[in-house]
């Protein structure tokens, strides 16, 4: 066989399938819920709809601050200024209910951050869950 003879004589080459990526439409949603999550160490705020389903998140591990920083005031209000300006500006969100829950340094100035960036504050709610009854006593020292 010829060199000619070969090149002819083998398979087509199979062009590999394309898939298309399904666009993702971004929803306009008027009001929604701020649940802002402030513990000692993080704070996380989640802009939700009123259904609970996450438009935007932001933390402050999320925007540069490693450490003990992540738990302090200032950390919580450029996490929360970062998800209230993407919310407002992917989603149209206009007026929020906030829902706090921790015991955090970062609970009020999350809140004023969300408020700086133009979005109304219908209310604010605090979720922090609270023991009741609390645990099993210790047992009755033996004599």
Do not use: C, W
Not at 37 to 59: C, H, P, R, V, W
Not at 89 to 113: C, M, P, T, W, Y
């Amino acid at each position: 066989m010829t060199a000619e003879e070969i090149t002819t004589t083998t398979a087509p080459a199979v062009e590999p399938k394309v898939f298309k990526k399904a666009k993702k439409h971004k929803r306009i949603v008027q009001s929604g819920q701020a649940h802002i999550q402030a513990t000692f160490n993080n704070t996380i705020i989640s802009i939700t709809d009123k259904k609970g389903e996450i438009l935007t998140a932001s933390s402050a591990g999320a925007n540069g601050f490693r450490g003990s920083k992540k738990g302090t005031a200032y950390a919580a209000q450029v996490a929360a200024e970062k998800a209230a300006s993407l919310a407002k500006q992917e989603h149209g969100v206009n007026s929020v209910d906030v829902f706090v829950k921790g015991i955090g340094l970062g609970r009020d100035n999350a809140i004023r951050a969300i408020g700086a960036q133009g979005i109304s504050i219908n209310s604010i709610t605090d979720t922090t869950p609270i023991p009741h009854g609390g645990v099993r006593p210790k047992r009755e020292r033996k004599p």
